[in-house]
Structure formats: C-alpha cells, structure tokens
C-alpha cells in the first residue's frame, strides 16, 4: 500500500511535467512562433479580414514610400489600389525586401508584417473610435531600417545577367541598410517570364539562398585554430600544393594537376596563409582540429541554429553533421564540402569579427507607427550571441585588413578609409565559374558597416565580388554615412 | 435552525465555482445570440447553466458524489457543446444530448464501482471481451481518416476502442492489485498490437502509456518501464523492417510533425491551418464567434483546442490544460486516499488515462509531439468519446465514494470507542 | 448585429472570458486546498482510519498500524517494516478479506511461519495470531467491530499450556488434592458450586497439526490456517 502510494506520488509527477511540457511549449512557440505562422500565405484569416481595413504604408529610413494607396473614392465606393514606389529601379531593388501584391515573396515585409499593416495591432479603444465615427480602420506603418536609393544603387553594381545577392548591415547595432537579390522583378507588372524564369527571380537570396561560404568561411577556421591553439599566430604551416587526404588532393585556386601546373606557398604563417587564402593550409588545420572542434566555433558563429529573428526571417546555415570522411573535413575547414550558408549569415560573421566577437541580431523594421503618427513600436538592437573572444576578433580584424591591403582583396581599398574583408571564390558542381564572394567591413568606429557580397557563377571574389564592395562603401561615405 | 440556516448559506469555493461557470455560460450563449439573433441560443444561455448546476449539485445529491471533480467535468463537457454549438448548431446539440447519456453512464460506473465487492469473477470475461470488441472492426469494421478502427451499425458509428478504455482499466487495476504482472501486460500488449494494426496509433499510445504507468504505479519497477517502452520500441524498428508498407503511414505522419510547412496544401495542412488559427488568437484571442477555424480539417474533433485558442486565446487555453491538470490532481488524491490496491489503481488508472489524452492530442496540435487522430476528452465532438470519458469521472467517482464510506466506517467505530477485540 | 459591432464585442468579451475562467480555475485551487486541509483534519481526528489493527514486533515490543493491504518486509516501501536479519526487503504481501481474517501471503517463497507453521501458499491470520518472517516475530492485533471469524477459542496465550518445570516436579510430594466446599454466604445467594457442574466440552474441536511422528506427546496448538483454495490459486 505504502509502496503503491510512493509510486502513485511519482506518476503524479510524471504527469504534472506532462502538462507543464504541454503548457510552456504552447505558451512559448505561440510567442516565438506566432508571428511566423500569421504572416503564413496559407492565412485565411488575414486574406478574409484584408478588405476591411486600408494596409499601412511602408518606408524606408528616410522616409520614402515604397509600399502605399491610392484611395479613390467614386460614386460606388471607396476604392483601394496597393502602390508601389514611383521609380522602377527602387521597386525592382527593394521587391524582394517589401513584397508584393500577390505574395510571390516569401515574408516580405507585405506578409510577415501583415499583423501591424492591416490594423491587428490596433487596442480594441482605437477599433472603438473607428467604429463610432464610422470611419474604415487604416492599418499602421512600417518603417525600414532600409535606404531604397543604396539598394537601387547596389542593385546596378552586379554584372548584367548574374544573380547574387547584398547585404549592408550596421555591425553595432544590427540594422540592415541594404538588402538586395538579383534577378529582381517589378512588382507593379508581374510578368509570366517571371515567374517561370529558371533563375527563380522571386526567390530572396539574401536571406534565402544557401550557398556554400567558400573561402569566406576561412574566417571561422582561423578563429577555431585560435580557440584551439595558442601559438596559432607563430606557428609555421607548409603548403606544398597538394595536400594528399585519403586518395585525393586538396588544392589552391589555379592548380591543375593534369596539366602538372601546381600553385604552391611554401612554409607561410596564418596570417600569410589568410591574405593569399591558401587551401592546403586551412585544409591542414582543419585536419588538425579535428571536426568536433570546428563544428563547436561554427556553432558558435551560428551555424547549426534555428534563426528566430524578429522580422528578418533567415534560412539556417548548416555545418554537415553526419558522414564526414577526412577529406570532408578537409574541405570544410576551406568552406567546400556541404556546407551551406546565406549572404546576410556571412555578413553576421563579418560584424562579429568587427564588433569584438559581438554578434548583433539583424532587424529590418525600424518602427512601426499608427496611422495618426502615434509610435506603436520601437526595434531596440539585440545581441544574438557572443561568437568568439575579443581578442581573437582583435587578430582577426588585423588579418582581414591585410587581405584588403595586400591580399586576395585589395579590389577592396579605399583611400584614407580602413577597409577589411576577406575574399571567397566557392565552387558549384553545376557551374562553369565560382561563385564570387567578399564579406568584409569598415574597420571606423564612425563607419560601423559590414557588408556581404555574392554573385552566383562570376569568377573569383578579389576580382567580381570586391570591386562592387568598395563602391558600395564609397557611396555611403559619399552620401553620409 | 438558525445554525442550519447559516450553514446552507455559506459560500465555498466550490459553490462560487459553479456560479462562476453558471455566469460564464450564460454570457458566452448570450454573446452568440446577438451575433444572429437566434433564439436558440437565447434557449441554452438559459438553460445551459441550469443543466451545469444540476449536474454539478443536483446529482451530489443523488449519490455521494465528488462535487469538485464533476464540476470541472461540467465546466469543460459545456464548453464543448459551446464551441461546436459556435462552430455548428447541429453538432452543438447532439453533443448536448451526447452528454445527458454520458451522465447516465458516468452514474452506472460509479454505482459499479461503489457496490461491486470483487472483480475476481468478471474478469476473464472483461478481457476476452475487450480483445473481442477491439478486434471487431477488423472483420465488419468501417474505416475513418484513415483508422480503421469504427463500428458502424443503424447509421451511426463508434470506436470499441473507446469503450474497451473502460474494461482495460478496471482489468489492470484488478489483477495488479493482486500483483500479476505478466498476464495484464500481456493483456495490454495485445490491445495495443490490435490499434496498431488497425492504424490508430494515438489510441495504441494511449493505451501503452496507460498500462505503463499502472505497471509502474504497482510494481515501482522502473525495468518494467523500460521493457515495455524497449519492447515497444524494437516492435516499431522490426514492424518497419518487415512490413514496411504498414508503417508508411505512421512516418509520414512523423515527417509533417518535423516539418509541416513543406507541404502546407497537402499533407501538412491540416496541422498548418491548426497553427495558424493559434497564431490568429494569439494571446486573447479574436473573440467567440469571430473566428474562422472551420477551415481546419476535423475542427470539430481532433483539432477542437486549436478552435479553443483561435477564440478564447492562448491564455484560455492555457487554462484549460490546468483544469485537465486539477482533474488528473484531484484523481490522484482520490487514489492516494483509497483503502484498497485495486481501488488505488484504478483511480491513477483513470487520472493517467485522461492526462495522457489530453497531452497526445494538444501535443499533437501544438505540434509538440506527432499529431494522432484521438479525441480532446469532454470537449471534442463524438458521442463514443464523452460518454467513456464521462464514465472515466465515474470510475474516480466510485472510488472517491468507496472512500467516503470507509472514512464514515472508521468514524462509527472511533464513536463506539475503538478498542480491541 | 453588424459584423464589425459583433466582432468589437466578442473582443471585450475575450477579457471576460479569460477573467472568469481565472477565477474559475482559482476557485478550483481554493476547494482543492481546502478539502484536502479537512481531509487532513479528519484524519488527525480519525488516527485508525483505514486500518484494520496493528502488528506487534515480538522482538523489540514496538508496534506498526495494520493497513488493510499491503507488505511486510525490510525495505523503505514496506508498511510493515521489520529490520532482521534475514527478512526480505519484500518478504510478504498481506490484505483483509472481510469475514476471513487478514490474508498473509509469503513473496516469491520466502520464509513465513503462522504459529509454526511454514506458509507454502497464503492463509489467513486472525486477532493475536503470531506471525514469524525469518527471524522476526510479530503478533496481529485486529481492531473489534471487524467482520471476522471469533477468535476466542483459538487464543493462542489462554489455551497455550506452560510446562517448563513439570517433569521435573515430584507429584508424590504434593498434597492430595482437595475439594473445598463452597463459601457458605455464595450458597446462601444460591449460585451453584461450580465443582458439581458437568465439565462443558469446546465449542470447536482444536484442530490437530498433521502428526510428525517425532515421538513428542504434546502436539503444541496450531491456529486454524485455512489453506487456500484451488480456485483461487495462481
């Protein structure tokens, strides 16, 4: 009996933390979760409610609308149109960051902040007074953290033809300045072209394009290697060319061994190795590490982490977790193997480096406001989480200056301005050329900006990727910021 | 007199409660009256409250009853008939009388339970009929969203396996109290095997969890535990590798859990839409009657919390859960204070049972857990489901009476004196 | 109604609903805590609640309330916890069967002794049948007022004769034995010499062990186990 009652008593517990699961659980995906599955296109709801309230409009940080109405009021009625930006080049630029009509875009801006657009938002006093004076509810207005004229700009740097994608983002605070994917489309005249066209012009590459990091992620090998090893800075590396793993061999950009041509560095320091992005060395620390232990600093950068950012919603980068052979590894530590990342991940890597390990939470929406000016919401900047020492970012701040000044990346330089970056040329199974990357930053406190920069099967990063970096941080010191 | 007086007067909290859920009811029903002016629901805001405090007060008065136990029951069996009254008129109305039979059969099972001296007799036949009934389906069964486990006769169908619930709890309580442990657990594998086959995996889970922790409540064998979750473990692994095409079903269920948002028009819509009508209530919900839940598949029955959160909101919802939670409390209470084994058991039987169901199925809709098709009990809609959740409160209720006449026994020998032989 | 007066109601409302189901479930809290503060109570006033007696440890002279199920043994679990040598941490199982007695069932073939008898299967203990498990001896004790068999005629310490010191003792020694006559104010008040009754045979027959045949005269008491039945058997 006693014994029976002891074990009752446990059960009781077994089934009290049942519930409690049940509890926390829904109380916590309702609200980390919630808005996600709002703003989902499968939302009937927000469809059936859309007509009864007049959208908000959207801006972006100066004030320029992208997204608004045109009310006209005829004898029938009130009628809405949804407008976009009056000039086609900021439309096309800002489409994939805003949206459109039809939802094409996955979490645009129209979409995932469908809540504050159509009025969801609003205090039951506020619908009251709607009510009472008979008025149609408006919805609130958004306001981006975005310069639509930067995008537009950034948007006509890219090669004719390539797609690729942009991220500018302010690494103290983690607002994105610009956030752009090409192909774009006008949203204002969709065609059919778009939509079947194979480079998929709808898809956001920015936030959803997973490619493989390339050399860029190099940054996250050098990091491991200081986590891991002391005398990292000191420590001499032979790079004889080929590196053999198993039955293969690792390489650097411009071998080819069946033409017997061999690009080799001979005995180099880290720091060497990083400016002329040398393979074989990389390949041989990520050997020496071990994949545990670089899987651990990638986790740390956010690799392997299920993005929950506030209104920037971000595909999940992936360190592979299973099947790794040494040759794997090897690839790994140089950003090949099956690797995946997003442009605007990378470029969180890059103000990690440049915030002293600090990674900040990037956010595209600035505030949202009622439609009589009344602040509904404020974005406060958020630490997304700690990537690495600061003095490892110290070290690492130097290395990728040195790749600008006298590396892979001097594409990049600008006079009197402390550009750092490191270049990337990732290699694609199913491409002729590499895809072109540069993540870097400006090493000013009065210029905190980092930027990432693909262009899909272009060439190499110090040559494609590069120069269109450094016109996109000359225009921002040109223009103020 | 006076004293008399007083006493009838004052107020417990039991007593507040049940007004509380009187007012409660009155104002939801009167709210969906001025959505259309039906006079209908004028009808039951009247006259739901007047069913809730007779089946909260009135039948404690018919027979030693656990007042607080049957007005948790009655608060959640009305807000079932509330929601799909909202949802469908129809539906609200059969669930109404659905819960009138309930009732009734609630009452049986705790006269069974109070009066009957000895299961020893009619269990053999409690298990061969349970593994009778459950297997009917196979022969003349009728198969529903995809669970070939209904009985249909006279145009209307129903789960054995619902009623079946009954009998599997009274026959483990019975032959654990008398520490058996091989031949219950047989019993309950062989259940368990036949839902499986019969593709309703929720109920099989229910099952399998229900025994375990009977098991475990008597023998506090955490081997056993471990067995029995090892053995069910090896019968999926080996189920996969043989028959494959059997458990298809079951992994793509899986699949859409770990990720429904790929296929958000197929095979995750369901579980999509219950989302999204969470997402929509949010915290406070949109507002009874203002929501647009039918769109979800099965609102009425599988996804009847989703329908709860969309318009009474998360908060609500939460609620909700905790009174399921006092239900399982007060049922453990109830056990902790039994004078036999059996009665004991039987009791955590019941209380487990019901927090089991309650977790499987909100689990399955907040997408914690894989979504199976069993029923919210009191709430959902389906005359099989409450009227066996009902006479579950009943197998507590015979228990809790059980025990109020021992304490009235001991209480007439303490007044004779106690003493010795 | 319009639907968006309707829909502006149903929203005030939620507030109320939610308000109310807080209360309610408070309200829940509050007669949960305090029917389980009364049930405490009653218990405090009701010390026997849900015991059917007590079982004396021999040994040490301590006595354990007797619930109506249970287990005897030396494990934490047991409510009957005796720490001997040799018991079992689960030794036996015991219940009340109303109108038998307390049915004592040794686990897995331990060692169970009901006055001196080794338990195969169970049996049923009465008021003041002494129990051994190893090398523990207790005595049970049933409270009165229980439906079971009378156990007057099977008391164990009443019928139990003592014979340390008889063989040894020289009968021809002691004087012959003398009837004494009856005071003579009892006969006034007309009770009847108890001498010249006629020497009432037991109401129940004491029951005799099956014979060991190790030559002893005396077949020392056996309390009435009723074996179990077939039936009932696993």
Redesign the interface.
Known sequence: ???VK?NIRRVCIFLCILFVLLAVYGGYSITVNGNRWFSSGANTFVRSKKK?VIAGNILDRNGNFLAFNDVQTTAEGTKTTRLYHQDAAVRRAMVHVVGDREGNVNNGVESFMASSLYGFQMS?VE??SC?MRGVQRTGDNVHLTLDSRLCAMASGLFPQGKAGALVVMNYETGEMLAEISLPQYDPMNITWQAKSDPQKPFYNRAVQGLYAPGSTFKIITAASAFENYADAATRAWQCTGQLQVGDRFVTDAGTDLAAGKIVSHGQLTLQRAFQVSCNNTFAQIALSIGDQKLKKTAESFGFNDNFLFRDVVVENSAYPRENRTEREVAWTGVGQSTLTATPLHMCMVAAAVANDGVMMEPYTVMRTQAADGRQRTEAESRVYRTAMKPETAQVLKGYMRSVVQTGTGTAAQIAGVKVCGKTGSAEVDTQENTNAWFVGFLDEPAHPYAISVVVEDAGGGGSVAAPIARQVFQWMLNNGY | MTDKKNKRRRI???R??VS??M??FF??FF?LF????NWQSLMLALAVPVIVLFGSVGISKLFPADT?LL??TN?LCALGVLVLYRLSPERGLTQAVNYGIGVAAMIGCTLLIRYMPSFRFVNWAFMLGSVALLALPLVIGTEKNGANSWISFGGRSFQPSEIVKLALLISLAHML?K??VIVPMGFAAVCVLILAVQNDFGTALLYFGTALVLGYAAT?SVLLVGAGAGGAAAAVVLGNMIIPQKFARAMSRVNVWLNPWQDVQGAGYQIVQGLIAMANGGL???????GNATVIPEHYNDFIFAVIVN???M??GL??V??YA?IM??GI?IAR?A???FHALLATGCAAMLALQVFVIIGGNIKLIPLTGITLPFISYGGTSLVSSLCIIGLMQGVAARNAA??NE??E??M?G???? | ?SS???????????????V??????L??????R???RA?KK?MK??P???LV?EVVDLDTGKSHPL?????MGS?S???IRLKRRGVRRKHA?F?FVDGKGLRIKPHLGSKVEMEGVQLRSSAYAL?GTQVTLANAHIRI??????NVPN?AAFQPDVNRPVFEEEESMDYSAMPPFVQMPMAEEWQEEGYADPWQQPVQPLQQPLPVMPEEGDGEDYVPYQSPVVRHRRSER?
Request: aromatic share 12%.
């Open positions: 009996m006693k014994q002891n009864d039951l619908r009251f009510f | 417990t909290p039991g507040a409660m509380t859920v007012l409660f104002l939801a709210l001025l959505k259309d002016f607080l007005s948790l608060f109290s520490r058996k506090g406070w919900g949109v507002g009874l009657g203002a318009e009474f909101g908060i609500f609620i909700v905790a009174m006092l409390i007060r209470m204070n004078r036999g084994v021992g304490v001991d209480r020998l303490a004779q106690g003493g010795w032989r | 109604m968006e007066a309707y829909e502006l109601l149903a929203m005030l409302m939620r507030y109320i609903f939610v109310l189901g807080a209360v309610i479930l309200w829940v809290i509050f007669q949960l305090r029917d389980s049930h009653e006033q009701l026997d609640a849900g007696g619930p109506r199920e249970g287990l494990g679990a047991c409510d199982l219940s008021h004790r049933l409270f009165a007022g229980l156990p696993r």
